[in-house]
């Protein structure tokens, strides 16, 4: 276990022993059993809760004010039979609910009596069964202590951000639909070129006219990396779809092709085997934070890490494949997409490993119709309504999907 402050919401796994050979056998989603589960006050002043699930799961952890609650979202978790048994033997936690977030996570409110903070946490994973231990010591704190620890966990990399006129802040409380729009490019970095046309232009006002029309569909909150000429590290752009808890990413672009000839849009997918790569140089970075939502890497080894990777990837890697093919198919009808318009590559702004994520190449901009195209405002409101089409008919399939996963 690893000490933590409420505040910097730091996770590790702890496995005694290799789990290479015992991938395969992970579910598809983790159960929660209450039978070995327990909430206890201790003789010293501090409440343990104690939660045994079937295999290890990416969590975060945090308090929230008014009234006083711990929070706890698992990636992702099934709490069905939380009903059956009551886990809660403390005086500390009033009450708790359990449910499924919209966003793919499930989430664990405990309602606090008096103040209290997270003292250590820390999750055992078997390394035969792969069943996991999670346990949470809670301390009680002043009032003062309690109020300066709450909050959603954020990513401080976002304050240096220009905000752009936009909050980058979900909707508290809806559980509604989160899409992050990412306009390729921007500020120093132009882009791809076509005499005065630059690429990230267009893609700002491309991405302009798809949120609008997604907030007009009243279904999502919609969010974009920048609404403005200036210039967004790749990393960052994940950074903020983490910050507003995305449920789908999706970055714009505009190919260009110095040689043969190429038209029409494409829409890219992480390369299986590029992730596999990209697990491992992730993991292998100092700063781990924003590998996965909430979860601080930076005391765990390279295989805990490589662990969790794949196991957000289960979920989200099969998701964002069937997302890029319903935007196909309605990109597709509009009659705009390349003769092989699913690709896959290693593009960085795809290797968020817990949210669904798109790379659209809505053109080539060495071809003059596709020019054209990309510079029309109208072609640009068919192209939106188009992808918006897509989104939503993927969404509503996902969500049934959902549904049988939690069964």
């Known amino acids: 276990m690893m000490l933590i402050r409420t505040f ?9 022993g290799s789990l290479g050979a015992a991938q395969t056998t992970l579910s598809a989603q983790a159960r929660l059993d209450p039978y070995k589960s327990s909430i206890q006050d201790s003789l010293f002043g501090n409440t343990t809760v104690f ?16 009234p006083m609650r711990l929070v706890l979202e698992f990636s992702v978790l099934d709490f069905a039979e939380l009903d059956t048994v009551n886990i809660n033997d403390s005086k500390r936690i009033t009450t708790l609910h359990a ?29 035969t069964s792969l069943a996991a231990e999670l346990s949470v010591v ?51 970095d132009p882009g791809a070129q076509e005499g005065e046309i630059k690429e990230a232009d267009l893609m700002l006002s491309l991405a302009r006219r798809l949120r609008d029309l997604l907030r007009r569909a009243d279904l999502e909150d919609v969010f974009m990396t920048r609404d403005d000429d200036i210039f967004v590290p790749l990393e960052q752009r994940i950074s903020i779809a983490h910050s507003v808890q995305a ?15 190429a038209q029409g849009a494409t829409v890219y997918t992480l390369d299986k085997m590029a992730s596999d790569e990209a697990s491992a140089k992730l993991a292998e970075r100092h700063d781990r934070a924003e590998i996965i939502t909430g979860i601080d890497l930076s005391g765990a080894d390279d295989e805990v890490a490589g662990v969790l990777l794949d196991l957000a990837r289960q979920d989200t890697q099969p998701r964002s494949e069937l997302l890029a093919d319903a935007l196909v198919a309605s990109l597709s009808d509009l009659g705009v997409v390349e003769t092989r318009p699913h690709r ?29 195209n990309l510079s029309s405002p109208d072609w640009q409101s068919d192209f939106a309504k188009a992808v918006v089409e897509g989104i939503l008919q993927w969404y509503i399939e996902d969500q049934k999907r959902a549904k049988l996963r939690r069964q």
């Open 99 to 127: 449910a499924t977030l919209t966003n793919g996570w499930s989430q664990m409110v405990l309602n606090l009596a008096e103040p209290m903070a997270v003292d250590n946490v820390g999750m055992r994973v078997d390394d």
């Open 344 to 372: 896959r590559a290693n593009f960085s702004v795809l290797k968020a490993a817990d949210i669904p994520s798109v790379l659209i190449e809505a053109g080539f901009m060495s071809s003059k119709q596709d020019l054209k």
């Open 51 to 66: 939660l045994s699930l079937s295999q290890g799961v990416p969590f975060r952890i945090y308090t929230l004010d008014t």
């Open 8 to 16: 910097a919401i730091c996770f590790a796994v702890m496995l005694s």
């Open 247 to 261: 449920d789908v990413f999706i970055s714009l672009h505009a190919d260009k092709v110095t040689e043969g000839i």
């Open 138 to 188: 809670l301390r009680t704190v002043s009032p003062d202590q309690f109020s300066a620890s709450v909050g959603r966990p954020q990513d401080d990399m976002l304050q240096t951000l220009p905000s752009a006129g936009q909050s980058l802040t979900p909707a508290d409380g809806d559980n509604r639909f989160v899409i992050v729009l990412d306009p390729g490019h921007g500020g120093i």
